[in-house]
Each structure stands twice: as C-alpha cells, then as structure tokens.
T-cell receptor, first 113, second 112 residues
Framework: GENVEQHPSTLSVQEGDSAVIKCTYS??????FPWYKQELGKGPQLIIDIRSNVGEKKDQRIAVTLNKTAKHFSLHITETQPEDSAVYFCAASPLQGAQKLVFGQGTRLTINP | AAGVIQSPRHLIKEKRETATLKCYPI?????VYWYQQGPGQDPQFLISFYEKMQSDKGSIPDRFSAQQFSDYHSELNMSSLELGDSALYFCASGKRYQETQYFGPGTRLLVL
C-alpha cells in the first residue's frame, strides 16, 4: 500500500520568511496530492491540492510542486504570517474518484513574530 | 458555506462501554470517510461509504462498525471500548467521482 513520508516534523521561521515542507510517496498509482492545515482542536482544512497532470499550482501565498518521476511533492508558503502557525499534513491517493487518503506524519510550523 | 457536522464533539466513556459517533456530510455530498487521529499522529483511514454501501475499509477494529443512511449521514459504532480508542475521530465528506475530501471538526473520545 501507499506510504507517505513528510519532512521536517517541526519547522520554525521568522514572520515574512518562506516555509517549505516536503513529502515523498511510494505508490506510483497515486495521482492526487492534497495539503491540509490543522489548528489545535480543529479538523484538517484543505488548503491546496494538485493532480498528477500538473507540475505546479499556486494560490496566493501558497504553492505546491509535484515531481512524479521522483515521487515527491512540496508545499511552499511565502511571506509567512503568525496565523500560518499550525500542523500541516500532506496526503496521497489514487486519482480514481473517492479514495482514502494516506497522510504524512505532519509538520508543526511555528511563525515567530 | 455549509460544512461537515459531527456529533457529539466530546465524549467520555468507561472501558467496555459503547459509543456512537454521528456525521452529517456537506449537502449534496454522497460519500463519507471516517478517520482516527491519535495524539500527535496523522489521521488514519478507518472506513468509507458511498450510497449506503461500504466502499473501502482500512485499519478499523472488529469492535467498530459503521453505516451510511439514506440521507447520507453516517454513524460509527464502537463497542467494548479500550483505553487505546481514546483519539480524535474525524468524518470527511465528498462526491463519489471527485477526490476532494472535506473534514468535519471531529469528535474527541476519551476512554477512562
């Protein structure tokens, strides 16, 4: 089955700097890669996703890149703000409709004012 | 916009008791997924339903069962609770032929 590895487990950056979180996956059949933000006591919130036919996707300060050959994808957050502090999870699933998500271990991102 | 609704939000049970968690998907979503998240862990897939039929099964203990009803809401039934069942339980909803899953706020279960 699919296995998703996520790094780093914790990340601390100064406000205004950029943050990068990386994930690798094992199953070449995976084609859908969402990123979720989870704040304390809340459910995971989808912030961006990418499908295998796209190499990069951007939404304001957030971007995701995908390298299918190397089986890795990354989340980039620019101009970080204190409210970006949270745990971020990457996930993978086959692009065949409703399928279970396999999550990475999570990254605790702290933005220092 | 309407979101996934889960109830109860918090639940405290004794060992060997039973618990029922409910999930109401986003309107017009027909697929429901259940995930379990232990402290400091990532969400682990338990089970999913589409049109009242189980569509996939993950690491769900035999003590747990779930079903989806005609109005698409779902219930997760947990029996013979163990201390290790203490966790956050999330429901996510989506549409059958779309990959995007939207998570609810979760039910925090504490087994004493």
């Amino acid at each position: 089955g699919e296995n998703v590895e996520q790094h780093p487990s914790t990340l601390s950056v100064q406000e205004g700097d950029s943050a990068v979180i990386k994930c690798t996956y094992s199953d070449s059949a995976s084609n859908y890669f969402p990123w979720y933000k989870q704040e304390l006591g809340k459910g995971p919130q989808l912030i961006i996703d990418i499908r295998s036919n796209v190499g990069e996707k951007k939404d304001q300060r957030i971007a995701v890149t995908l390298n299918k050959t190397a089986k890795h994808f990354s989340l980039h957050i620019t101009e970080t703000q204190p409210e970006d502090s949270a745990v971020y999870f990457c996930a993978a699933s086959p692009l065949q409709g409703a399928q279970k998500l396999v999550f990475g271990q999570g990254t605790r991102l702290t933005i220092n004012p | 916009a309407a979101g996934v609704i889960q109830s109860p939000r918090h639940l405290i049970k004794e060992k060997r008791e039973t618990a029922t968690l409910k999930c109401y998907p986003i309107p017009r979503h027909d697929t429901v997924y259940w995930y379990q998240q232990g402290p400091g862990q990532d969400p682990q897939f338990l089970i999913s339903f589409y049109e009242k039929m189980q569509s996939d099964k993950g690491s769900i203990p035999d003590r747990f069962s779930a079903q989806q009803f005609s109005d698409y809401h779902s219930e997760l039934n947990m029996s013979s609770l163990e201390l290790g069942d203490s966790a956050l339980y999330f429901c996510a909803s989506g549409k059958r032929y779309q990959e995007t899953q939207y998570f609810g706020p979760g039910t925090r279960l504490l087994v004493l």
